[in-house]
């Protein structure tokens, strides 16, 4: 083989090779674009999320803060209704 047809058929595979690398290329960046599409997806889904557990904590807290209220006025009206029975009890007497 002469030096023409080899240098000729080392082009060939060269461009062969180049265009498979090419192809590969498109289909990793495809791949990547996908990819982060996905990420910002989830992204979104986390921010989402994180919006919604901040509410259900301040839902949480303020029935705590009620509940807290509640039992106050309770253990207020236990005391109230003990000492009118002391009362009741020392009128009796």
């Known amino acids: 083989m002469d030096e023409k047809k080899l240098a000729e ?4 595979v060269i461009k062969e090779e180049l265009q498979e690398t090419n192809q590969i290329i498109r ?6 674009e996908e990819l982060k599409a996905q990420m910002e997806g989830l992204s979104l889904d986390v921010h989402k999320l994180h919006g919604e557990l901040a509410a259900v904590r301040q839902e949480r807290q303020r029935d705590r803060d ?3 209220i509640r039992a106050g006025r309770t253990e207020r009206e236990i005391l109230e209704i003990k000492s009118r ?3 009741l009890e020392q009128q009796d007497n």
């Open 9 to 12: 058929l080392i082009r060939s």
């Open 27 to 32: 289909a990793l960046r495809d791949g990547q």
């Open 66 to 68: 009620v509940s807290d």
């Open 85 to 87: 029975l002391d009362h």
